[in-house]
């Protein structure tokens, strides 16, 4: 197993369950990625009745609250003493090679004959930034949201945030809360209300079934594993956080950034059709919602259905930014994470650095797995309680292969 996120403890525990003998190789400590890859204020934006893995689920006080980044350390560190898991912790990998009955496995401590491997070493191992961060004159500072802890470490002056979903969306609120003057550059986004019909939008994510849509089920699979995050965020308040909220708090939107020439950022148009797109989708997604309140929620106790008002466009957005003027002086580049598979040496990445795999089998590399994809196995597979079903099945196919080789 490589990788002691809450992916690789859920699958150790099912192949502790079936006695199959392994080890989780780690190179930091358990859920290393939450402990250095997240910023200060940083909190799930799944609420902590949702917070669940194989075997244990959150047990506090506060069952519609969002864990803050520390509480998700613990949550997973508890698991991880829970499950018993063979985490051998400062043991990074360096190559995964297919050899004659297995893989071998180097690593920084030494190497390791194994007949099989789960890869499990996360899908946001890397910022993802687009190569136009290359033409952004230098006295413009660029973060990425691994370098981003707090408004704090930010020059004084205006910030370009680029990209609109989950994070782009936080941070963009966080930094205009500091009183700075905040763009935002929206692409495609994946607009939801925070709650909807009195009840959390996850809520209603989870027991329509929609989560738990299989990905040999999906009409257009590679579309939805590349959908963006959606735009919420987890507050005591439970605050939706989409575009007209940002407007209100003062956040100038302006459309996809195109380009970086001459010392300026071009962005283009028609951010009231990305805008209608997403009203669109968000609307389709309360439809589903709303037919499943009939036919299915028998007495549950839900509001009526709501709609929400469009989201506002600005009268005139505009199309370029001067870099040169000091108007802005930073950027955060919100543009979404990749694994990094830079050591697995089997043919099964493709040029764009991504697994060729169906349903976390590694099919040109038997014997090799993964966990923690988007849609993975399920629509819910990157989240925490998404892996249950996913680990499940990816292991049961590992003990499968395992006996066939006996
Ligand atoms: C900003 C952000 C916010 C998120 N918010 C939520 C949320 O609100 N709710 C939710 O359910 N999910 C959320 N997620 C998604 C998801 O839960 C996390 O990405 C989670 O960390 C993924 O778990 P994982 O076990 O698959 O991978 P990770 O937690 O990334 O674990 C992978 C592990 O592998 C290790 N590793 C990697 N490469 C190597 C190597 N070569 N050798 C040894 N070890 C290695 C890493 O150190 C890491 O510990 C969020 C993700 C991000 C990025």
Not at 313 to 326: E, I, M, N, Q, Y
Request: include cysteine.
């Amino acid at each position: 197993m490589i990788g002691a996120g809450h992916a690789g403890l859920a699958a150790s525990r099912f192949l502790t369950s079936r006695s199959i003998d392994h080890v989780v190789l780690e190179r930091g400590e358990v859920a290393n990625s939450w402990r250095r890859e997240r910023w200060d204020s940083l909190r799930l934006l799944t609420p902590n009745w949702l917070t669940r893995l194989p075997g244990c689920r959150y047990d506090g006080p506060e069952p519609d609250g969002f864990m803050a980044t520390a509480e998700v350390v613990a949550f997973i560190a508890r698991y991880a003493t829970l499950a018993r898991a063979p985490v051998r912790p400062h043991t990074t990998v360096t190559s995964v090679r297919r050899v004659d009955g297995g893989y071998h496995v180097a690593t920084d401590g030494g190497t390791i004959a194994s007949r099989g491997v789960v890869l499990a070493s996360g899908a946001c191992n890397q910022p993802s930034v687009p190569a136009l961060r290359q033409a952004v004159p230098s006295s413009v500072e660029s973060l990425t949201p691994f370098d981003y802890r707090n408004p704090g470490q930010l020059p004084d002056g205006g910030v370009l945030v680029v990209g609109a979903s989950a994070t782009g969306v936080q941070l963009a609120d966080e930094i205009r809360r500091s009183g700075r003057r905040v763009i935002l550059s929206v692409g495609e986004h994946v607009r939801l209300p925070r709650t909807y019909r009195g009840r959390d939008v996850l809520w209603w994510m989870d027991a329509s079934g929609v989560w738990n849509q299989r990905y040999d089920e999906l009409d257009d699979l590679q579309r939805a594993r590349r959908l963006p995050s959606p735009q919420l965020v987890g507050t005591p308040e439970r605050m939706t956080l989409d575009l007209n909220a940002l407007t209100a708090s003062g956040v100038e939107l302006v459309g996809r950034l195109s380009a970086v020439r001459d010392g300026r950022a071009l962005f283009s148009g028609g951010l009231r059709n990305q805008f209608a797109l997403a009203d669109l989708k968000m609307d389709r997604l309360l439809d589903t919602f709303d037919t499943w309140a009939e036919n299915c929620a028998g007495d549950l106790d839900v509001g009526p259905s709501e709609r929400f008002e469009p989201t506002r466009a600005p009268d005139k957005s505009r199309l370029h930014l001067d870099f040169v003027t000091g108007e802005i002086r930073a950027i955060v580049w919100a543009t979404g994470f990749r694994p990094d598979y830079s050591w697995l040496h089997v043919p099964a990445v493709d040029p764009k650095g991504e697994l060729r795999h169906d349903g976390g089998v590694v099919s040109d590399a038997p014997g090799l797995y993964a966990l923690g994809l988007p849609v993975l196995r399920r629509r819910k597979s990157t989240f925490i309680h998404g892996i249950e079903d996913d680990a499940r099945e990816v292991t049961e196919h590992l003990v499968n292969y395992l006996a066939r080789g006996r």
